[in-house]
């Protein structure tokens, strides 16, 4: 490990505090830098990563690396297991269980935006989705998915809950790549840019119940499409080359 850059106590020697300030920091690169290939899941299915070759790629100890991987396991993008961590496989449940929590989510931070929200911020997403929504057909599907995250996001984040925001993220982060593959299709575009217009429309109007049936069944994900959605995933994920920190 590089010798410490945070500041020196009094007499030249490094203190308790900034040995934790320096790993902590190095735990959350690895964790960022790990998190964000399991999202795509640039690990295949069921492949046990090498934390030795995962540190030799990203220039660090095996300690954060070990950490950071530890923190994907109960996030649900890792497995731990007595031969040591595997990529998570794709699961036709799990999939349309986090849709189901997502809907609760969005409906639960839709109704106290409802309430809380005030008509400059109202206005304010309108005016965003305004700018965004012209190219909105046109944009390519990863574009499309980061833009429908943000949207929901948005009016989540209105309802002044910060715990519901960050809970919403991690289950967008945890379907991204099967709703990138479910939003690939020409034929769902139109259906989700009319339901953000409705969205919007709803809160304008403070209509919590018109919105939360927008949301329901825009977010819904039935148990035959994600049959559907896991085959093509697999299709995809096994015949690109697999992640070189894997090998």
């Known amino acids: 490990m590089k010798a410490s850059s945070a500041p020196i106590a009094p007499g030249g020697v490094p203190t308790a505090s900034d040995d934790a300030a320096e790993t902590g920091s190095l735990v959350e690169r690895a964790y960022q830098a790990l998190r964000s290939r399991a999202i795509d899941f640039a690990f295949r299915p069921g492949e046990t990563v090498k934390v030795l070759a995962l540190s030799k790629q990203l ?3 095996r300690t954060p690396v070990k950490e950071a991987l530890n923190r994907l396991v109960t996030e649900g993008l890792f497995e731990a297991t007595p031969s040591g961590f595997v990529a998570r496989s794709p699961d ?12 609760v989510l969005e409906i639960a931070g839709f109704r106290l935006a409802c309430e809380r929200a005030d008509d400059a911020g ?3 997403l309108a005016a965003w989705w305004s700018t965004v929504s012209p190219g909105y057909a046109d944009l390519s599907v990863t574009e499309t998915t980061r833009v429908d995250e943000a949207f929901h996001e948005r009016f989540v984040g209105m309802g002044g809950n910060r715990e519901m925001v960050r809970q919403l993220r991690l289950v967008c982060a945890r379907i991204r790549f099967f709703r990138t593959i479910d939003l690939d299709r020409q034929d ?10 409705a969205i919007i429309d709803a809160l304008r109007r403070r209509d919590a119940d018109a919105g939360a049936a927008v949301i329901g069944r825009h977010i819904a994900m039935s148990r ?5 959605v896991i085959k093509e995933a697999l299709a995809r994920i096994f015949t690109r080359k697999p992640a070189a920190a894997a090998r």
């Open 59 to 61: 220039g660090l100890s």
């Open 92 to 103: 036709v449940d799990e999939i349309v269980d986090l849709c189901e929590l997502r809907s």
């Open 224 to 228: 035959e499409r994600a049959v559907e």
């Open 122 to 124: 109202i206005e304010a």
């Open 188 to 197: 769902y575009r139109g259906p989700y840019y009319d339901d953000h217009l």
